[in-house]
């Protein structure tokens, strides 16, 4: 099937606008490129320390310097349900490396928070920066040289593109992300939802909400709705940095066991003294990006990927915008309905037909690159698969993906889709930019104009809910919640109060510079406004009785305010010293101070830039492309 035209010229645009990053990204990679094995350049007493507490067996196999030497670094701790099944992987791992002749080592662990512990609590405005702090924790654990390729154990929001974008900064070595799978499916989204809602209205307490809450998130793996931990295992499948399959398959099973000890073997045959060297920075490239938003977009998935993917792009070298989100949205049609842009959950939906029926789909209707590298070696169609386990419950073996639905009402072929688009959008106007996420929002509330009503905490809009205020049409302007200013935490406590407002008849939306996720389901929100205030957004000129515009069909984001009026504001200011202050939040204060704007990631990490000379490390002689900087053909550079 030929490529889409939008697909194909949003990729040009890219790689055009990318180029000179690039090409400083992949001259980095090749710098960091050296002849054999990388703990190779380590001094004696070096790599004494490196292999002191090791076994014999493995110890003389790193002494030869000649096995391929694995780093585990993993996201596991047991108060995460998605991470406590990451306990018994090392040794799983370590044993599957054995048998291809390989050794692999505990290179670090990374932090691994939760946000739905987190959930309007100060810890939440830790979250975000969690991911530079886990992608920094990455960059420690590989910093010993010891590793000739990686395996990476993480899951959930900020974790996996934090371990995405510290692995793309040792962008010379092979990485194969390790999921843990989804707990078993629980009390139904639907009753969960409406379980909140009555909390909400005072009809049931706190007994009856917390035990709802508890046979929903019930035992060991992911949430089951379709959020950002979910949505991440999406974008890896489709980027090629897992095994084909392996993002739902449940915790403590046989074939979880044999997909991790699988993906094991896979990263021990990668490395650079192989013939099928698969470097993570010339895996991850413009193509398999624009793969990823359209993967996201096809699926309803969290729109902390608007953040996410424009800072794991970033790390190598790759610039993209909303725009590129806005555009191909218009072209890729929804093919899912999980929840909360439906009922089912991600068991329902893997049962259906799963990552492999979504990839095969894209690909028939010239709606994903199919050239590109995975894991797997060149071509994404390799992905069209599910694992099953192979003869005698021993290894996996890989079948084709079913060529129907097992469910047309979660999952459906490209020729007859849900919707006709992606449902992201990009609202703009003089309020600045934004993003909304339609897919779960009926056509009758994606327009609302209604006179804004101001608050800077979501605190502040819940008490007025609660005091029986907002029964009326508004549109709530939540502010002073991007990263600067707090962190950017999710807003989830006001999706119920709010959505209890548009069942009541009232129409209302939320426009804000905080984040939302996927939890924003059924009422309209332009959320991650950027420029926040703290960055001379205009949103700070925004005063309670404005007649605000959101509308996802015009891409509209407007304060109708006349001109002169307009211009003639000041910004508002808030005191925002309690927020910088308790439950460790003093410490990020230097992540505030520098981080970017929402729509270029909201990290603190700059672009790569480039280097006065490629010259490998430890002067030792590095094996570089033929045209230094160049993504074309780079098994020239397999030498062992």
Known sequence: MALHPVLKSVTERIISRSKPSRGAYLAHLDAARVKGVQRGTLACTNLAHGFAAFP??????LKELKKPSV???????????????????????KEAVR????????????????????QGQPGMELSLFSRDAIAMSTAIALSHNMFDAAVYLGVCDKIVPGLLIGALHFGHLPAVFVPAGPMTTGLSNSEKAKIRQLYAQGKVGRAELLEGESQSYHGAGTCTFYGTANSNQMLMEVMGLHLPGAAFITPNTPLRAELTKAAARRAAVITAQSDEYLPVGHVVDEKSIVNAIVALLTTGGSTNHTLHLVAIAKAAGIVIDWDDFDELSKVVPLLTRIYPNGNADVNHFHAAGG????????????LLHDDVTTILGKGLRAHCTEPFLGEGGQGVVWKAAPEQSGDEAVLRKITAPFSPDGGTVLVKGNLGRAVMKVSAVKPEHQTVEAPALVFNSQEDFMEAYKAGQLDRDFVAVLRFQGPRANGM??????????????????????????????ASGKVPAAIHVSPEILAGGPLGRVRDGDIIRVC???????????????????????????????????????????????ETGATTFPLPS?????????????????VPGSDEDFSMKKEV
């Open 489 to 518: 935490p999710e807003l989830h406590a006001l999706t119920p109060a709010l959505a209890n407002l548009q069942d009541a008849g009232r129409h209302v939306a939320l426009v804000t510079d905080g984040r939302m996720s996927g």
């Open 99 to 118: 048998e291809v002749g390989a050794v692999a080592q505990f290179a670090g662990g990374t932090p691994a928070m939760c946000d739905g512990v987190t």
């Open 71 to 93: 780093a585990i670094v993993s996201a596991y701790n047991d108060m995460l349900s998605a991470h406590q099944p990451f306990e018994g992987f090392p040794a799983l791992i």
């Open 552 to 598: 996802a069909r015009t891409g509209t984001l407007e304060a109708k305010v006349e001109a002169s009026t307009w211009n003639a504001r000041e910004q508002a200011t808030a005191d925002l010293t309690p927020n910088g202050v308790g439950m460790g939040r003093e410490l990020f204060a230097m992540f505030r101070h520098s981080v970017s704007e929402a």
């Open 355 to 366: 990552t492999g029926f979504v990839i095969r789909e894209l690909l028939d209707g010239g």
């Open 610 to 626: 480039p280097i006065p000379t490629v010259v490998g490390l430890h002067d030792k002689e590095p094996v570089g492309n033929t």
């Open 56 to 61: 014999a067996n493995d110890k003389l196999a």
